[in-house]
Each structure stands twice: as structure tokens, then as C-alpha cells.
């Protein structure tokens, strides 16, 4: 059964940094598209960054500079790491993979983690 499972969210003063983890079972992550999304309070969904399988990354222009996603092969966990955070990054996060693309839509979620930046 191929699951997801988030950790590191918390509460955070404007300008500290958190450590987001991404930990499957079921399936070997290298061999998978990975997304980091968030959402936050009466907004819609938003893509935060993924690395597909060729190792190629991208971020949303609200994140870039600031956070940075890498995989760990051998524990079979993708993080985000968030640096200089802001209020507006408030937010429950997400990972998501998908068998084939960085997408909007990915194919399997985690249940999110929930990071509050205090002002």
C-alpha cells in the first residue's frame, strides 16, 4: 500500500525555518515525481515545489530563494527545507507524488502537516 506521511510542521517566528519530511512506504521514491503543496486558510491549494525523477526542480515564485527540496534515497524520504519564513506561509502542507509528472494533479497524498509563522 503506497503512503505518505509528512512531518516536521510546527510554530515558527517570522524569519525562522522549519524542516519538512516526506516519508513513503510502498514504493521507492526515486522512481516517482515529488511535490511539496500547501493550503492555506480560504485559499486554494497551491504547488510549492517538486522534484521529478530525473532529479529536476522547480519552485513557486512565492518560495524560491527561501525553500529547497531534496530526496534521500536510502530512507526513502523527500524534505523541503524552509528558510526566512513569513506569514503568509501559513499554511497545512502537503506531499504528493505521481508516477510520471510534477502536476498540479498528482496521483497519491499525504494527510499534510500544519506550519503556523507567527509575526
Known amino acids: 500500500q503506497l503512503q505518505l506521511v509528512e512531518s516536521g510542521g510546527g510554530l515558527v517566528q517570522f524569519g525562522g525555518s522549519l524542516r519538512l519530511s516526506c516519508a513513503a512506504s510502498?514504493?521507492?521514491?526515486?522512481?516517482?515525481?515529488i511535490g511539496w503543496f500547501r493550503q492555506a486558510p480560504g485559499k486554494e491549494r497551491e504547488g510549492v515545489s517538486c522534484?521529478?525523477?530525473?532529479?529536476?526542480?522547480n519552485y513557486s515564485d512565492s518560495v524560491k530563494g527561501r525553500f529547497s527540496i531534496s530526496r534521500d534515497s536510502a530512507k526513502n524520504t523527500v524534505y523541503l527545507q524552509m528558510n526566512s519564513l513569513k506569514p503568509e506561509d501559513t499554511a497545512v502542507y502537503y506531499c504528493a507524488a505521481d508516477l510520471f509528472f510534477c502536476k498540479d494533479a498528482m496521483n497519491y497524498w499525504g494527510k499534510g502537516t500544519l506550519v503556523t509563522v507567527s509575526s
Open positions: 510502498g514504493f521507492t521514491m526515486d522512481d516517482y515525481a
Open positions: 522534484i521529478n525523477k530525473r532529479g529536476f526542480i
